[in-house]
């Protein structure tokens, strides 16, 4: 196969993880004899400082071109006081709404030589594998009127808006995706305030009779924060508006100890997608050889797994990182009992060593 | 001192924990020389089937008459299916509107008896004791248009809409919490995407010059969902948006295992104030005497403090839930350690006998 992938390093650390996921990756399309070209380009403070904008056009020529994406991360106190539309947000916010990527995927499962590091009891967060699908194109964050107003800006309104279909279309993902995991979807709403959640909940509902086989709950937001950490272990698929999901992802991120680990895709209704590690771009320790480059390495096997349908390869990658794991080689962040903390670099020779086994 | 205090039981549990504070409240009023009348009112489900709706005219009343209200906890299964205008959850939210109950406090404190319980191990929450501020009548819940547009009704819009003065007067009542707290105040929004936290910012960037004394920090209600589990003793005082609000303060009642302690207070800027329990209804545990009365008891407490001033009035419930825990009595809720389970009226009993001696 033949792949062109964009490749949108960002600030802070997300170079050099951007770096050990690209030298994994020619390793295992290498040994299944498949061909990738890579095209870099500006996202984020870097695009700011060289293109005077955080999203430049050329950015979305190439992502256009491309058959998938890959994002290190974005942000760092540099451009913390710049306007709203000169923050590294916005690119990562814009290329989300131009390439039309809906459905974030975020998955969170218990690795145990990590399970330490959880703030969580052990038996509470050993059995945990759910992936919370968020919506990420539409509600809270792109409705319009997000204004001041009054005479003195005085007054100020942002709104939650949606369509029928962005709701459909996400809740259809959610569902195929429940199909192919453990057939259980809980749908997150807050139905007894919000005119939107319940059109949600109506749509919900609606869609489950196409999926009989599917257990669907419908849990209240304020609720499912509490089960998050009350009892992670009863989660399959999560399903949920963009800024509930915003909250509830980054909530579930850290309760099993691996936040450095986890990757995230975020899709549209063909294969295209974008992939990026779940942690931000840590501007305290980037340039140090100390990053983690393992949610941006998972996130390049989502990659293969869901852009290109490269099943066994993702899983090749999917288990190094668990074998090395096993060795006890990790990163500093990553607090495995008796580990051998070592370098960005080091870390991805021993992934591509175990690879090429 | 005399007080007259509007009683509203509610549905599930809240008749019985109700009980169980009345009955506490009455032995620390009398032991301290005080008088008060109390009269109850309708309110949720049990004034939806007694008087047709969930906030009955005359429940006002009875509220605009008295110094405070105690309020035990509303809904059930039997009005889930009800119209959004006939649901008991329509209740609170009148009350809170109606009575102007703009601050929400949600203290979250450990209780070593129970840290067992907790979800999180055990250094992570020993020494946590935090207070969330809620913004409680305005932002997302209340704001308009909340309706289904379009020629078939296939858009839907929520707003989510403050005034600068709302804004202002939330924020100041944190600052004066945080004053004769620990003087630590987390304003919690989402600056880098919404309007209406770019504004919450900025007039907690402006009120944070009026109290020196008060070491302020802008967090993001993401990376704050994250924090409140991976190290919630970093908190004293969190103050946020209203659906913000919801979410965090539910993650924050679980983390310390004592969810049915909880008290909350929703305040105005005079001394009136709404108290109740954080926990819910519990219809399936109603009518058994298996109620944990505690998280009712403490509003009390609150009431007694916030509304009447009566510090050593409060702190005397307060010693004697902590001395009946530390005997070891306990609700079934409440795995403590080593725990003799008793029934809401007798550990309501013992409540008394503590504060009696
Ligand atoms: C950086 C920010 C705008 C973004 C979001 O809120 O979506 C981030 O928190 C995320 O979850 O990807
Ligand atoms: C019952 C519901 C409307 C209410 C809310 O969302 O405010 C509850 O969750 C709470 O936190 O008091």
Partial sequence: ?????????????????????????????????????????????????????????E?????????????????????????????????????????????????VKAYAPLLNASPLKRERVENVDLVIVRELTGGLYFGRPSERRGPDGNEVIDTLAYTREEIERIIEK????????????????????????????EIAEETAKKYPDVEVSHMLVDSTSMQLIANPGQFDVIVTENMFGDILSDEASVITGSLGMLPSASLRSDRFGMYEPVHGSAPDIAGQGKANPLGMVLSAALMLRYSFGLEKEAAAIEKAVDDVLQDGYCTGDLQVKNGKVVSTHELTDKLIEKLNN
Same sequence: chains 1, 2.
């Fill in 1 to 57: 196969m033949k792949m062109k992938l964009a490749v949108l390093p960002g600030d802070g650390i997300g170079p050099e993880v951007m770096d050990a996921a690209i030298r994994v990756l020619k390793t295992v399309l290498d040994n299944y004899g498949h061909e990738a070209v890579f095209e870099n380009a500006l996202i984020g403070g870097a695009a700011i400082d060289e293109a005077g904008t955080p999203l430049p056009e």
């Fill in 59 to 107: 950015t979305l020529d190439i992502c256009r071109r491309s058959d998938a994406i890959l994002l290190g991360a974005v942000g760092g106190p540099k451009w913390d006081h710049n306007p709203a539309s000169l923050r590294p947000e916005k690119g990562l916010l814009g290329i989300r709404k131009e390439m039309g990527l809906f459905a974030n995927l975020r998955p």
């Fill in 174 to 201: 959610a569902f195929q995706l429940a199909q192919i995991r453990r057939k259980k979807l809980a749908s997150v709403d807050k139905a007894n305030v919000l005119e939107s959640s319940r059109m949600w909940r």
